[in-house]
């Protein structure tokens, strides 16, 4: 075949950046709205507004994994992300009496320095990444690749069972820091009551 009908066939059986698949528009999507919603929990003046809109953050994340074909690694992170941290974070909220409503504490008058070291690490990172993984290509079709359950099982606890023991003694602390707070502030209202 040569001529128009060729062209057109290998036009057809390729896809690029201008012609995207349906997985790559979702991916897309999901992407604004999990941006959209860590806008959110970082602007916002509530903190269980933040905390809720976290979720929406943590939960499009593993949207994305699963769109990745990384089922594993969506399925961890709802469990211990939106499961877990976020749940310990709204439980420390209520146990340490955070404000509910608007709080003046979440105002800060260096926004604008934060802003810009912000926006200096994105950057940095976003560059690194591009750099680091620019000529990488992964065949999301084979079922062995990097997003394998047993690839990253294999990988998860032979090289990463210490952070992830470590982040689980941060957690147990800040746990009982928040339990130990709200104790000494309850028996302080008890005793000014006598």
């Known amino acids: 075949m040569t001529g128009p009908a060729a062209l057109a066939a290998?036009?057809?059986?390729?896809?690029?950046?201008?012609?995207?698949?349906?997985?790559?528009?979702?991916?897309?999507?999901?992407?604004l709205v999990t941006f959209g919603a860590a806008i959110v929990t970082?602007?916002?003046?509530?903190?269980?507004?933040?905390?809720?809109?976290?979720?929406?953050?943590?939960?499009?994340l593993a949207v994305e994994y699963l769109l990745l074909t990384a089922e594993f690694i969506a399925w961890?992170?709802?469990?211990?992300?939106?499961g877990s941290v976020v749940v310990l974070l709204l439980f420390g909220l209520m146990l340490t009496r955070a404000p509910i409503g608007r709080s003046p504490d979440a105002?800060?008058?260096?926004?604008?320095?934060?802003?810009?070291?912000?926006?200096?690490?994105?950057?940095?990172?976003?560059?690194?990444?591009?750099?680091?993984?620019?000529?990488?290509?992964?065949?999301?079709?084979?079922?062995?690749g990097p997003g394998n359950t047993e690839v990253t099982g294999s990988v998860l606890f032979r090289h990463w069972v210490l952070p992830f023991e470590a982040l689980s003694v941060l957690l147990l602390a800040a746990l009982v820091g928040a339990i130990v707070l709200s104790r000494k502030k309850h028996a302080g209202a008890k005793e000014g009551d006598r």
């Open 76 to 82: 961890v992170q709802v469990l211990i992300y939106v």
């Open 10 to 31: 290998t036009a057809a059986g390729s896809h690029g950046f201008l012609s995207p698949t349906g997985v790559e528009i979702a991916f897309l999507l999901v992407g």
């Open 42 to 60: 970082v602007t916002t003046r509530q903190l269980v507004h933040a905390a809720l809109w976290l979720v929406v953050a943590l939960g499009g």
């Open 107 to 144: 105002d800060s008058p260096n926004r604008w320095a934060a802003l810009t070291v912000a926006a200096a690490s994105a950057a940095a990172l976003v560059w690194v990444v591009v750099d680091a993984f620019r000529t990488t290509w992964i065949d999301l079709d084979h079922g062995d």
